[in-house]
């Protein structure tokens, strides 16, 4: 958590949002101890397979050779399918001599996507020339959630095949993709949630993804300003938010003096949300708590 802190202490954006974080990241910690015992209670390792240990023979600096895998319990495992252009990194990685298992661990809700990710990693460990030089099949697929493991069914010689293609075909149309100059943008509220410039991107604006909390209490919005309502507080109309209907009056709150134009839009991020949810006629009110922000559109 030290080290994740200190990657944002010269950033501006995040100054005021130091000591809130701070004592966000502690007060999970109890969760985040409870939720590695319950994936971790479920693994079960070969009762005689060693865990593979750094060679005690020195080498020049650099990264470690890449050797072909023996029996053993291996944790975070990059692979490299060349072939095909693609890498990733296993969460573990089980071999002894009667099976062969990958598991991922996940801390979010259960997803489809997910599991082809899994199968994608098994494509990457059999064509993987350097640690699997025997282009050894996986048996076995565990998408460990906090609260069960699930199977994946392993894709078979002529799937990989299959799959191998498309991984190819996926990364060439990436790679055209990234020429695009200026790229492309693709709206989504789970994409766009952890984008540190989503108020700058007018095609997320332009769309109905505006990020909003579960609860509806906390959302992203954008306003434009109809007049001064108070010393500390605005008169506005909402143009888009993923929970308020457009044209909906609004009352803009603030905590330092902002200066705003007749006119002008703004952009808030993270707000708090309240509204009448029978009434659109009454102003929904949009207060900038300590981890909002605010941007004026010119």
């Not at 029996?71 to 495992?77: A, F, L, R, S």
């Not at 109809?226 to 044209?247: C, E, F, I, K």
């Amino acid at each position: 958590m030290e080290r994740l802190i200190r990657r944002y202490v010269n950033n501006p954006r995040a100054s005021a949002l130091m000591e809130h974080a701070q004592r966000t990241l502690r007060g999970q910690v109890p969760a985040l101890r409870a939720r590695v015992q319950s994936m971790l209670s479920r693994l079960r390792l070969p009762r005689d397979a060693p865990v593979p240990t750094s060679p005690s023979s020195p080498r020049s600096s650099g990264p470690p050779p890449r050797l072909p895998l023996s029996n053993g319990t291996y944790p975070e495992v990059e692979v490299r399918a060349k072939g095909i252009g693609w890498k990733g990194k296993l969460d573990l990685l089980i071999l002894d001599d009667n099976a062969c298992e990958i598991t991922d661990f996940k801390t979010g809700a259960p997803n489809e996507t997910h599991k082809f990710q899994a199968r994608a990693y098994a494509v990457m460990w059999r064509l993987d020339d350097e640690l699997n030089p025997s282009e050894r099949m996986v048996d076995r697929l565990v998408l460990a959630y906090e609260a069960q493991d699930v199977d994946v069914t392993p894709p078979s010689a002529s799937e990989i095949d299959d799959l191998g293609r498309d991984l190819l075909a996926r990364r060439r149309a990436s790679e055209i993709a990234l020429t695009v100059r200026p790229p492309a943008a693709r709206p989504a509220v789970e994409t766009c949630r952890r984008c540190g410039v989503r108020q700058l991107c007018d095609d997320y604006w332009s769309e109905s993804t505006q990020v909003t909390s579960e609860d509806g209490r906390f959302g992203d919005i954008e306003l434009k300003i109809t007049g001064r309502h108070g010393p500390t507080s605005w008169d506005a109309v909402v143009m888009r938010a993923g929970n308020l209907p457009a044209q909906m009056p609004a009352l803009l709150r603030v905590q330092q003096p902002y200066q705003f134009g007749t006119g002008c839009r703004v952009r808030v991020l993270d707000g708090a949300i309240s509204r009448d949810p029978e009434d659109d006629t009454i102003p929904a009110f949009v207060t900038l708590s300590a981890v909002s922000e605010v941007y004026r559109v010119e």
